[in-house]
C-alpha cells in the first residue's frame, strides 16, 4: 500500500512540473513575438532628386544670321527717283470711293497704303487704271485716281514721317480725284507704287536715296496750297497752280515786286470748284517784270489764316550759253 502511494505522489509532481514547464513555453513564445515586433526592422527609402541643367540653345549660324526685312523694302520691284513712277490697274474695277490713308514707319522707309472701297461700302475686289509720278522740286507724289472713284471720306491727313509729311485729297480740274503725297523739304528719296489685292489697295513705298534729287517743297498755307512756280523761275511767263480747302471760297492771287518800295505788279481771283475736298486751281500769268517777285495766295472765307507764298527771282532772263560739244 505505501508502495502505491508512493508512486502516485510521484505523478502528481510530474504532472504539475509538466504543467509549469508548458506554462513557461507559452509565456516565452508569448514574450518572444511581443520582442519581435518591436525590433522588425523598419525600411527607410531615401529619394534623391536630380536637377539637370541643360546649356542654353545656340542658334544654328542660318538662324542666326536671320533678319526682319522691312516691307517697304522687301521684294524686286524696281524704286524710281522722279518723272512717272508707276501705272497698275485693270478694266473691271469695282473701286468708287476713297476710306482711309494709312502711314506706317519701317527701318530705312516709310510706305503709305490708300485704301479703296465699292459704291455699297465693301472692300474693293479691284481697281481700274492708276497713275502715279513724282515731282522731285515740290516734293508731291502724286496718285491719279480712276473716274470710277467720286468719294473720298477724308480730305487731309499728316503723318509723322521724316519722309512723308502728309496727304491731300484733290478733286482735279479734269474732274478726277487725286492723292499729293508730300515728302519733307531737303528730304532726297527714291519710291516705288502698285497695287495689291483682296482687299484692292494701292501702296507706295519711300526710302531714302542720296542721288535723287533734294525736294525744295510745296508751298503751304492755312488754307491753300503753291505747287507752282517754282522757286527757280525765270520767265515772263507763269503758271500759278496749286489748290484750296474746300468752302473756303475764291483764291486771290496776288504778285509783289520785292524791293525798298514794295508794289503789286499782278493780281488775279480764282473761282475753284467747289467741294467737300481740296480743289484744284490754275491760271497762267503773262509778262511778269524782271526782278524779285512774291506770290501770295489767300482763301477768301480764311484772310486770317496764313497764306502760301513764292518767292522767285526773274532778274536775269539771258539765255544760257549752249553746252560744249
Same mark, same amino acid.
Given at each position: ?10 505523478? &502528481?509532481?510530474?504532472?504539475?512540473m509538466?504543467?509549469?514547464l508548458v506554462?513557461?513555453?507559452?509565456l516565452?513564445s508569448? #514574450?518572444g513575438?511581443?520582442l #519581435?515586433?518591436? %525590433?522588425?526592422p523598419t ?6 532628386t ?18 526682319d526685312?522691312?516691307p517697304?523694302l ?6 524710281a527717283?522722279?518723272g512717272?513712277? $508707276?501705272?497698275?490697274? @485693270? ?8 476710306s482711309k490713308?494709312?502711314w506706317a514707319?519701317h527701318?530705312g ?11 455699297? &461700302?465693301?472692300?474693293?475686289g479691284?481697281i ?8 522731285a522740286?515740290t @516734293?508731291v507724289?502724286r496718285?491719279s485716281l480712276p ?5 473720298s471720306a477724308?480730305?487731309?491727313? +499728316?503723318f509723322?514721317g521724316e519722309?512723308v509729311?502728309?496727304?491731300?485729297v484733290?478733286?482735279?480740274q479734269?474732274g478726277t480725284?487725286?492723292?499729293d503725297?508730300h515728302?519733307v523739304?531737303e ?5 516705288r507704287a502698285?497695287?495689291?489685292? $483682296?482687299?484692292?489697295? *494701292?501702296v507706295?513705298?519711300?526710302r531714302?536715296?542720296e542721288?535723287?534729287?533734294p525736294?525744295?517743297? #510745296?508751298a503751304? &498755307? ?7 512756280p517754282?522757286?527757280? $523761275?525765270?520767265e515772263?511767263?507763269?503758271?500759278v497752280?496749286g489748290?484750296?480747302?474746300?468752302e473756303? @471760297?475764291?483764291?486771290n492771287?496776288?504778285i509783289s515786286r520785292?524791293?525798298?518800295?514794295p508794289a ?5 481771283? *480764282?473761282t475753284?470748284l467747289?467741294?467737300?475736298?481740296w480743289q484744284?486751281?490754275?491760271t497762267?500769268? +503773262?509778262?511778269l517784270?524782271?526782278? %524779285?517777285l512774291?506770290f ?5 472765307r480764311?484772310?486770317a489764316g496764313m497764306p502760301?507764298?513764292v518767292t522767285?527771282?526773274?532778274?536775269d532772263?539771258?539765255?544760257p550759253?549752249?553746252?560744249? #560739244?
Amino acid at each position: 500500500m505505501l508502495v502505491a502511494h508512493l508512486s502516485n505522489l510521484w505523478l &502528481g509532481k510530474l504532472l504539475a512540473m509538466h504543467r509549469s514547464l508548458v506554462l513557461l513555453l507559452i509565456l516565452l513564445s508569448a #514574450a518572444g513575438c511581443g520582442l #519581435a515586433e518591436q %525590433v522588425a526592422p523598419t525600411t527607410t527609402v531615401t529619394t534623391t532628386t536630380t536637377t539637370t541643367t541643360l546649356p542654353p540653345t545656340i542658334p544654328t549660324t542660318a538662324e542666326a544670321s536671320i533678319t526682319d526685312e522691312s516691307p517697304c523694302l522687301a521684294g524686286d520691284r524696281p524704286f524710281a527717283r522722279e518723272g512717272i513712277i $508707276s501705272a497698275f490697274g @485693270g478694266a473691271n474695277g469695282d473701286a468708287a470711293q476713297l476710306s482711309k490713308l494709312r502711314w506706317a514707319s519701317h527701318p530705312g522707309c516709310e510706305r503709305v497704303v490708300v485704301e479703296l472701297l465699292t459704291a455699297d &461700302g465693301a472692300p474693293a475686289g479691284a481697281i481700274d487704271p492708276v497713275g502715279v509720278d513724282y515731282n522731285a522740286q515740290t @516734293g508731291v507724289i502724286r496718285v491719279s485716281l480712276p473716274e470710277a472713284i467720286t468719294r473720298s471720306a477724308i480730305a487731309d491727313t +499728316r503723318f509723322d514721317g521724316e519722309l512723308v509729311s502728309g496727304a491731300f485729297v484733290v478733286a482735279t480740274q479734269a474732274g478726277t480725284l487725286a492723292v499729293d503725297l508730300h515728302v519733307v523739304p531737303e528730304s532726297a528719296l527714291a519710291l516705288r507704287a502698285y497695287e495689291v489685292d $483682296s482687299p484692292s489697295r *494701292i501702296v507706295i513705298d519711300v526710302r531714302p536715296d542720296e542721288v535723287a534729287t533734294p525736294v525744295v517743297g #510745296a508751298a503751304v &498755307g492755312t488754307s491753300v496750297v503753291l505747287l507752282s512756280p517754282a522757286p527757280d $523761275s525765270t520767265e515772263e511767263t507763269v503758271q500759278v497752280r496749286g489748290y484750296v480747302r474746300g468752302e473756303s @471760297g475764291d483764291v486771290n492771287v496776288t504778285i509783289s515786286r520785292m524791293s525798298e518800295d514794295p508794289a503789286v505788279v499782278f493780281e488775279t481771283t *480764282i473761282t475753284p470748284l467747289r467741294g467737300n475736298l481740296w480743289q484744284e486751281f490754275a491760271t497762267v500769268v +503773262r509778262g511778269l517784270p524782271a526782278g %524779285v517777285l512774291q506770290f501770295e495766295a489767300t482763301a477768301q472765307r480764311d484772310r486770317a489764316g496764313m497764306p502760301a507764298r513764292v518767292t522767285i527771282d526773274t532778274t536775269d532772263r539771258s539765255i544760257p550759253e549752249p553746252p560744249e #560739244a
